[in-house]
Structures are given as C-alpha cells and as structure tokens.
C-alpha cells in the first residue's frame, strides 16, 4: 500500500510524525477518509478520535480541534490537544466535567458562557473515549 507523511502537531509540540497509509479525521460532518495521493484541501478538525494506520496497525488518537492540510504525499494536522485513549486520567476528566457545568449554572457573561461550554465538551469526549479504553 502507498504511504504518505503524517505529522499530528498539538500546541503542546508534536504528537507524530512519520509513515502513514491511511487516515480517518472527525470533522463536524463526521469523518474524512484521507490516502496517498489525495487532491490537496484544507479540512475543518472537531475534536473526536482520529484513526491512522501504519504498518498495517491501527492507532487511534483523541485531538483538539483544528485544522489537516492534506497533499498527494503529507498530512499536517494542527490541533488544539492530541491525546492516547489509554493516556487519559478518568479522575482528571470528571474533575473538570463537574467543574464546567458548575460554571455553567452561574451567571456570566457570554464569552464565559461558551469557554465553560467547550471545557464541558471537552471533559465529556474525554470521559467517552476513556470509557472505550478501559485499563
């Protein structure tokens, strides 16, 4: 099977890089299949799980939001966070769920009403990966 290059850069630094020989990316229309040789786009990322498959192997990676630029022979995803399902920390996730919604139950202005409400969206696409992963 042809490969292509892949980087998965979050804004804490990178996250991979190297051969890949398919792609699976969430966007807010559900998913986006990507394989060597594909026509460049640029690609609006939601954050959900990304599929990519190297050596014949799955790997799977929860990521931010953000955005893929896609070429015939490399993949640049810019993303918010990129995550390992196994990596995530169950208690850490609940803590800041409960956190968001109680922030969302007081009064606050509207640029805090929709950081709460993406931190909320966060903690729980976390929680339900988490709960796929089970350690």
Do not use: W
Request: proline share 3%; with cysteine.
């Amino acid at each position: 099977m042809e490969k292509f290059m892949l980087n998965i850069t979050a804004s804490s630094g990178e996250f991979y890089q190297g051969d890949c020989e398919s792609l699976i990316l969430p966007t807010g229309d559900g998913v986006y299949g990507v394989q060597a040789g594909h026509n460049p786009v640029l690609v609006a990322l939601h954050m959900g799980i990304a599929k990519f498959t190297v050596n014949g192997e799955t790997r799977e990676v929860l990521v931010g939001d953000g955005i893929a630029e896609v070429t015939p022979t490399f993949v640049l995803l810019l993303v918010d966070s990129a995550e390992r399902p196994e990596d995530i920390d169950r208690n850490r996730a609940e803590a800041a769920r409960i956190r968001a919604e109680e922030r969302l139950q007081h009064k606050q202005s509207m640029h805090e009403y929709y950081q709460s409400k993406i931190a909320l969206d966060r903690a729980m696409q976390r929680l339900q990966t988490a709960a796929k992963y089970k350690r």
